[in-house]
């Protein structure tokens, strides 16, 4: 059956559990089929045709959330000529925050600011009681009351939502502890004997009854909403990220274009050309859409898109890809494929897809609390009505409900997660690893495989002089005078392989001479004079083409995995000169590592096979899968997931960006591009393999030092629970022990500053 594609901006959600529950509405119409991401907070919908959006919509508001259709995209502005499409502008340029501040984010700041300081003040004087002068009750209300009511907004209005269809969350539990020690502080203050002057606080530690007329807890509705209220917004600054992959990818792409006319060039928006149009992309310029060259010869950088280290030699006839940059000469492309049809546009959509795909992990805290909090707020009533049952009065009753609460009320479980990850990113940071989220590391626990791209990760990415070989073998002068004559002429041109050529030769023999004429033979090579001397560098076909022999044994050193360049000097051979990409020296001991942590290393490159597997040799890898395209990479990684490996993938380029989202874990280089870096789920700032490995080991301890929190914070909950329902437990005392349950956190979070 025919179906339509749909997508809404979901607002309103507050945890996974959220999402959760707008996609299982949605998928309860007929014929609908939807994945919601709370990260990203879209609904993709796959509907039937004759489905009104609005009726969508509709049910999404009834759940309790808003939403709406995503605006159209801006229109790009006119640009000024010359701007907006040459090279420098590389992805590396790109914030990973374009798009302005979040206005959420700000807000939530501001609410966490004014709570915390009128929290402070409210928290030592009930804790201190020397500082508790005459009517520093009356004080403490004054400072709590819009830190229980303004600073808590946000639970409350969740907690209502979730009322009003049948749900609780760990918001329900924020909400209903703080509004009754709230509450119940109010009570105490003007029907009770708290507001009376001379009031003091004391610390009674034993487990006793009470009617609790002559307490308030107003510390414990400031302190609760304040610590909740910096998880919130932690992990609001998290997830304003999320869809920066695709706005990374998207900037990739030359904003403004020279379009071709009768002869003339105009610069217009990248927007208006059309396919058939022709367009001019000078040295240095980014290709601007899919299209053939028509006119022209240069080398193309296509390694940000298929992960080819050497820049392909194209000519009249040849494809070119809009991304790529001509490094060359001057190309008139026509174009073939422009907007959502172009290879860069189906790669966004590829990582848009795996994004969404990917099955959102709920907080460890939010699929406990799902049990817990019904049962707490079941124990509480159930206390209260047995109480009031067995004649003990209502203030004893309702003390004991409060108490129940207040020792569930989850401050522990608030900083359980957000403690832990910020010693641990923080950590991580000072070693140049960068950590996402919680829901990353509930990822490392499980990966077996570990995916690594070849070019920009295991090897350094840029080509370099790797072997001089003479007409003599052995000969050290003929070495010498190969290289000052090559490195010469070489030095004159802007061909990537041509300057691994000349830095190489400069670096051996010292000060090149200059040549005395230069010409560029565009897809051979160069020719010129150099002290005198007729010098070819280039392939064999130049050297061929002007009469010159190339001995057998030269011709040999060309391999797969290494691009020779040959060398004549007045009609005869000198030698050969080899480059290739660099192998990392730190590649082999990082595969080493990742074996150590039980993980089986696989090498995956759009790379020749020769190349593919000389690397993999010489770092230590069994497994390899070479001349992979960029939309393969995804199916090679659901091929091994499909055979029930858990798979971990590092990369750094534009072409491993859908792969990086598809991967059960996705590792970034923090040396390569924006959208890799963003689509990942560990960044790797040093650029060093090595990191790989100690960044699944930190994230390992981060996420078992986050269970452990969690155990502990419930655990103090557990074992009160049942002296608070039996009326034995001071709301007080169930205040302090939830502070020092939250300090037991913490101390427990910092231990992991230690990681090295």
């Known amino acids: 059956m025919h179906t339509t594609q749909v997508e809404l901006t979901i607002g309103g959600m507050t945890c996974a559990s959220c999402a959760a529950r707008v996609e ?62 040459t090279g420098t502008g590389s992805p590396d340029s790109v914030s990973p925050d374009s798009g302005g501040s979040d206005p959420q984010s700000a807000a939530l700041r501001q609410r966490l600011v004014v709570s915390a300081v009128l929290s402070v003040p409210v928290v030592l004087m009930a804790m201190v009681p020397a500082l508790q002068f005459d009517n520093w009750q009356w004080l403490s209300l004054t400072l709590a009351a819009p830190v229980a009511v303004w600073g808590a907004l946000p639970f409350h209005r969740a907690t209502w939502t979730n009322l009003r269809h049948g749900a609780a969350s760990m918001d329900t539990l924020v909400s209903l502890g703080t509004l009754a020690a709230f509450g119940w502080s109010l009570w105490a203050l003007f029907l009770g004997h708290a507001g009376m002057p001379g009031m003091r606080h004391g610390f009674d530690l034993t487990a006793s009854r009470t009617d609790g007329a002559s307490t308030i807890y107003l510390e414990v509705t400031a302190g609760v909403v304040t610590f909740l209220l910096l998880g919130r917004y932690l992990e609001a600054r998290s997830k304003r990220k999320a869809g920066a992959a695709l706005r990374a990818l998207m900037e990739l792409g030359a904003k403004d274009v020279a379009l071709l006319r009768d002869g003339t060039e105009t610069r217009i928006p990248i927007g208006r050309l059309a396919a058939g149009d022709r367009f001019v992309v000078r040295p240095g310029e980014k290709i601007a859409t899919d299209g053939t060259v028509v006119e022209g010869t240069s080398a193309v950088d296509a390694s940000l898109l298929t992960g080819e280290s050497v820049p392909a030699d194209v000519a009249a006839g040849d494809p070119v890809t809009g991304g790529c940059v001509n490094v060359g000469g001057r190309l008139v492309v026509e174009a073939t494929r422009v907007g959502a049809d172009t290879r860069l546009a189906r790669m966004a959509k590829l990582v848009e897809d795996a994004q ?135 030095h004159a041109s802007e061909h990537p392989v041509a300057r691994a050529i000349a830095a190489g030769a400069t670096e051996r023999v010292g000060t090149l001479p200059v040549p005395s004429s230069f010409e560029n033979l565009p897809g051979l090579g160069v020719r010129g004079t150099v002290d005198g001397h007729d010098v070819l560098v280039g392939r064999a076909r130049l050297l061929e083409n002007a009469g010159v022999e190339v001995p057998p044994a030269l011709r040999s050193v060309a391999t797969d995995a290494r691009t020779a360049v040959f060398a004549a000097r007045d009609g005869k051979a000198l030698g050969a000169l080899t480059v290739a990409d660099t192998v990392r020296d730190t590649s082999a001991e990082a595969v080493a590592r990742l074996r150590d942590l039980g993980l089986t290393p696989v090498l995956l490159t759009g790379d020749s096979r020769a190349v593919a597997e000389a690397v993999a040799a010489a770092v230590g890898i069994d497994e390899v899968h070479a001349e992979v395209m960029p939309e393969e990479k995804v199916e090679v990684i659901r091929r091994l997931q499909a055979q029930g490996r858990r798979v971990a993938m590092v990369g750094d380029g534009v072409n491993d960006a859908a792969a990086l989202a598809t991967a059960d874990l996705g590792l970034a280089m923090g040396t390569g591009t924006d959208a890799a870096i963003e689509a990942g789920d560990l960044t790797l700032v040093r650029g060093d393999l090595r990191a790989a490995a100690d960044a699944i080991r930190l994230a390992r301890r981060t996420l078992a030092t986050i269970i452990g929190n969690l155990f502990w914070a419930f655990g103090y909950n557990l074992a009160a629970l049942p002296l608070a329902a039996f009326g034995l437990l001071n709301p007080m005392i169930a205040g302090l022990a939830m502070a020092f349950s939250s300090v037991f956190v913490v101390t427990n979070s910092l231990r992991l500053r230690s990681f090295r």
């Not at 047995?386 to 009065?393: I, K, Y």
């Open 356 to 490: 969404s795909g990917k099955a959102d992990v709920q907080r460890l805290a939010d699929r406990i609390s799902a049990v817990f909090v019904p049962v707490v707020i079941v124990l509480a009533l159930l206390t209260l009505g047995f109480w009031l049952g067995s004649g003990a009065g209502p203030t004893a009753a309702f003390t004991a409900a409060v108490a129940v609460l207040i020792i569930a009320c989850p401050c522990a479980l608030g900083l359980a997660t957000p403690t832990a990850l910020m010693v641990g990113t923080g950590r991580g940071a000072q070693l140049g690893i960068l950590i996402k989220g919680p829901e990353v590391l509930e990822a490392t626990r499980t990966v077996d495989t570990v995916v690594l791209d070849k070019t920009g990760t295991v090897t350094t990415g840029r080509m370099s002089l790797q072997g001089v070989h003479t007409v003599e073998p052995g000969d050290e002068g003929a070495e010498s005078e190969l290289l000052r004559l090559a490195g010469a002429l070489e």
């Open 24 to 85: 299982k509405k949605l998928n309860r119409m007929e014929g609908v089929e939807a994945t919601v991401n709370y990260a990203t907070e879209k609904a993709r919908i796959s509907c039937p045709p004759d489905l009104k959006v609005s009726d969508l919509i509709a049910t999404v508001v009834k759940t309790g959330y808003t939403a709406e259709e995503p605006p159209p995209p801006a229109p790009e502005p006119e640009s000024s000529p010359g701007t907006g499409s």
